[in-house]
């Protein structure tokens, strides 16, 4: 008789394709002031580990960040980080020249990862640089969401 394949009780094909396989996971703090130190970078969000086997994850993070000043005038660099296991693996970076008393943006990333087998933590860490008179520097909402897809059903793709 040899061995049978197991089909999917769901949706009766092997491998499942039901988006029941897809798996979420997220970080979330709305308008809880968290303040940044100024010429460096500080993780604002942690998603705890989880096994990534058999998957890839799509990350998707944002972060409100302000700067408020009482001189108008003053360069600003954002960078926003996506690590896993403490290792950048994506960032983006917003720079502005400011001429406002307060600055406020919402920097986003959004990276497809293809990491090892394995348990794997992810994190946001954002970075700030600003003329060294600026008074103040902190991220209010901000957000890091993991999404896996298991391998079955993930469509071909390239990379050029």
């Not at 499942?16 to 100024?38: G, T, Y």
């Not at 600003?130 to 990379?159: I, K, Y």
């Amino acid at each position: 008789m040899g061995i049978q394949p197991t089909y999917c009780p769901h949706c009766y094909s092997n491998p499942c394709c039901c988006p029941s396989n897809i798996l979420f996971a997220f970080a979330e703090k709305s308008n809880i002031r968290l303040d940044l130190p100024q010429n460096g970078g500080l993780i604002v969000r942690t998603i705890p580990p989880f096994d990534t086997s058999g998957h890839i994850v799509k990350l998707e993070a944002m972060a409100e960040v302000a700067v408020q000043n009482g001189n108008p005038n003053y360069v600003v660099s954002i960078v926003i980080v996506l690590l896993r296991d403490g290792n950048d693996i994506a960032r983006t970076s917003v720079v502005n020249a400011a001429n406002t008393l307060e600055y406020i943006t919402t920097p986003n990333i959004t990276w497809v990862d293809i990491p090892p087998p394995g348990i794997h933590s992810y994190e946001l860490l954002i970075a700030i640089n600003t003329s060294p008179f600026v008074d103040e520097r902190f991220v209010l909402t901000r957000t890091l969401t993991a999404t896996l897809f298991p391998f079955s059903n993930v469509l071909p793709s390239t990379s050029t």
